[in-house]
Structure formats: structure tokens, C-alpha cells
């Protein structure tokens, strides 16, 4: 079992940036992939960012590639995600996830998640 527990959101203006913190516990982190998503209101989840469990692949959704990074820290089981340039459109609550594998996959959801932290990004 792995908890997650995000931080860092908050309200900014269209430019502006923010990191979001993802504080792992449980089981051995270090070996799991992991992930951030997002969900506007009135709108699914989607996909946001993935990193390999060692921190040497990441995969990111057309929007935010140039915007976001993802990053990890396995020593201090901490995920992050940078985001600069944010525009209205990345307005939502973002979610740190976990994959049972060292790598993720596309289309297969994440076993473990956090209760989601909001960003808003004003106009």
C-alpha cells in the first residue's frame, strides 16, 4: 500500500508558475512509477505527466509539454511537478498517482492516489 499526499496548489495569474509536492509513504516508492492528473470541474480526469521509477523517462500530454516537469526524488519519496507559463485552461485539481510497475503505460490507470490539491490560473 502506498499513500500519497499533494501539495503546493493555489491560485496564480495566467503566467504565473507553481510546484506541486507529492509526499510519498508506505511501500517501497523508489520501485513504483508514478504520476500526476488533473480534473477540471464538469470534466474527466486526465492525464497530466508520468516518470519511470528511477526518473529516467517521462511522458507528458501535448499541452503542457514546454510547461510542466516532472521530477522525482526517491531518497526523500517526494514526486514534483513544475509548472511555469500556466494558462486558465490548467485550472483543476491535480492528482498524484502511483503505478504498481517501475514504468508507465498508456491507457492503464494508476493503482494508488492522493486526495488532489487545486490550482487555479486567473486571466
Known amino acids: 500500500q502506498v499513500q500519497l499526499e499533494e501539495s503546493g496548489g493555489g491560485s496564480v495569474q495566467a503566467g504565473g508558475s507553481l510546484r506541486l509536492s507529492c509526499a510519498a509513504s508506505g511501500r517501497t516508492f523508489s520501485s513504483y512509477a508514478m504520476g500526476w492528473f488533473r480534473q477540471a470541474p464538469g470534466k474527466e480526469r486526465e492525464f497530466v505527466a508520468a516518470i519511470s521509477w528511477g526518473g529516467n523517462i517521462m511522458h507528458y500530454r501535448d499541452s503542457v509539454k514546454g510547461r510542466f516537469t516532472i521530477s522525482r526524488d526517491n531518497a526523500k519519496s517526494m514526486g514534483y511537478l513544475q509548472m511555469i507559463s500556466l494558462k486558465p485552461e490548467d485550472t483543476a485539481v491535480y492528482y498524484c498517482?502511483?503505478?504498481?510497475?517501475?514504468?508507465?503505460?498508456?491507457?492503464?490507470?494508476?493503482?494508488?492516489w492522493g486526495q488532489g490539491t487545486q490550482v487555479t490560473v486567473s486571466s
Open positions: 498517482a502511483a503505478y504498481s510497475t517501475n514504468y508507465y503505460r498508456t491507457g492503464i490507470d494508476p493503482d494508488y
